[in-house]
């Protein structure tokens, strides 16, 4: 049996094909090549960690069981991305509250005194954060801490670059304003 055709260069998307022929190791691969990944674009959309782990877990659940709908010509990163996103999003608007994130999620550094000001920082940015509406938050983790292009943002979020530049325009000037009304800028 011959393996299928597939155009994009991306290795990921070998080992989505290996996983659709029943080779575990492959699926498994992918799982801790993204999990953390999809753990913090989670949080960063969530504000909790109970919840980002749930949709981390749930994220990779329903990639295995679609793994028949992936197109290996697109990168699995932006499928998958998309996945988290959407579940993330549904997550939100299932609980329509806002929390601030706790201070103990800061990652810690060796001198305490930086560690203190970087956690008021963190802690500061992330309620800002936690302040706007969720597109705006999450066009701002999708570009500023996830690292995603303009086209694959839209591909995530299934709207046009174009909006998405937009999208991320306005949530940049609200992010800002948020910041600069709590004295943090």
């Known amino acids: ?10 290795p990921d998307a070998a080992l989505v094909l ?22 913090n674009a989670a949080l960063r959309i969530l504000n909790d960690r109970d919840e980002a782990k749930d949709v981390a877990q749930t994220v990779f659940l329903k990639a295995f069981e679609n ?7 697109q990168r699995f990163f932006s499928w998958i991305y998309r996945i988290a996103v959407n579940e993330s999003l549904d997550v939100v608007n299932r609980r329509k509250r806002h929390e601030a994130m706790p201070e103990d ?15 008021q ?4 940015v992330q309620s800002a954060l936690m302040a706007l509406k969720v597109d705006y938050r999450t066009v701002i983790v999708l570009k500023h801490i996830m690292g995603c292009s303009y086209e694959e943002i839209g591909v995530i979020l299934e709207v046009p670059e174009k909006t998405v530049k937009s999208r991320l325009f306005t949530a940049r000037q609200a992010l800002w304003d948020v910041m600069a009304s709590r004295g943090l800028i």
């Open 67 to 73: 793994l028949g709908r992936y197109d290996p010509n």
């Open 105 to 119: 999620l800061v990652a810690e550094r060796a001198d305490p005194a930086e560690l203190t000001a970087q956690q």
């Open 18 to 39: 290996e996983a659709r022929a029943g080779n575990r190791r492959a699926f498994e691969d992918l799982v801790v090549r993204y999990q953390k990944p999809m753990y």
């Open 121 to 124: 920082m963190d802690s500061g």
């Open 1 to 10: 049996m011959s393996s299928p055709v597939f155009i994009s260069n991306d």
